[in-house]
Every structure is written in structure tokens, then in C-alpha cells.
């Protein structure tokens, strides 16, 4: 089972970049496809975006196409959301995941995931 803990987060300006990253341990990520999500006070968690096992397909929410990028650093064990040109409308709780079985693609379905983390806040001002 992996453990994921996530860290970045915090208070930025509209306009203004973060990058989350998401730290793996008991497992090896090389050949898992992760996720980011949020969650805003009173809505539903929802996919930001994921990627496959081998980066080479990702999967992002219309709302962040063009200034979001999910990457995952295999050697580090690390997954990354770097988020540009925030809004305050991106305010929320953000979480990643790992696939629930190896080998799979970018997916939007949060049943795809397990193995939480525990969230970082994200607040941006306007």
C-alpha cells in the first residue's frame, strides 16, 4: 500500500503559480498512473487532472486546461501539479491519488484511484 503526502499549498494573489507536490512511500510510482483533486468548501471532490503510468497521456478539467501541468518525477518518487495563472475559483483542498492497479492510462474516473492523501489547502485571493 502506498502512503501519499501532499505539500505546496497556500495563500497566492490571482495570477499568481504554485506547484503541489506529492511525496510516495512503500511503493514505487514508475508504473502507476496518478491524479490530482480537489475539493472547494460545499462541493464534491473532483479530478484536476491525471496522468498514465508512463506519462505519456494526461487527462485535465476544462477549467485548468492551459495553466495547469501534471507531471511525476519517477526517481523522486514524486508527483507534481504545477498551477499557473491561478483564480480564486481554484480555492480548495487538493488531494492526489494513486491508480488502483498499474499499467493504466490518464483516467477521469475518481473510482480509477485509491490510496489518498491526506490534502493541501490552496487559497487564492482575488
Known amino acids: 500500500q502506498v502512503q501519499l503526502v501532499e505539500s505546496g499549498g497556500e495563500l497566492v494573489h490571482a495570477g499568481g503559480s504554485l506547484r503541489l507536490s506529492c511525496a510516495a512511500s512503500?511503493?514505487?510510482?514508475?508504473?502507476?498512473?496518478m491524479g490530482w483533486f480537489r475539493q472547494a468548501p460545499g462541493k464534491e471532490r473532483g479530478l484536476v487532472a491525471s496522468i498514465g503510468w508512463d506519462g505519456r497521456s494526461t487527462v485535465y478539467v476544462d477549467s485548468v486546461k492551459g495553466r495547469f501541468a501534471i507531471t511525476k518525477d519517477n526517481a523522486k518518487n514524486t508527483l507534481y501539479l504545477q498551477m499557473n495563472s491561478l483564480r480564486p475559483e481554484d480555492t480548495a483542498v487538493y488531494y492526489c491519488?494513486?491508480?488502483?492497479?498499474?499499467?493504466?492510462?490518464?483516467?477521469?474516473?475518481?473510482?480509477?484511484?485509491?490510496?489518498w492523501g491526506q490534502g493541501t489547502q490552496v487559497t487564492v485571493s482575488s
Open positions: 491519488a494513486s491508480n488502483r492497479f498499474p499499467y493504466g492510462v490518464a483516467s477521469r474516473r475518481q473510482h480509477d484511484f485509491t490510496s
Open positions: 512503500g511503493r514505487s510510482l514508475s508504473t502507476f498512473g
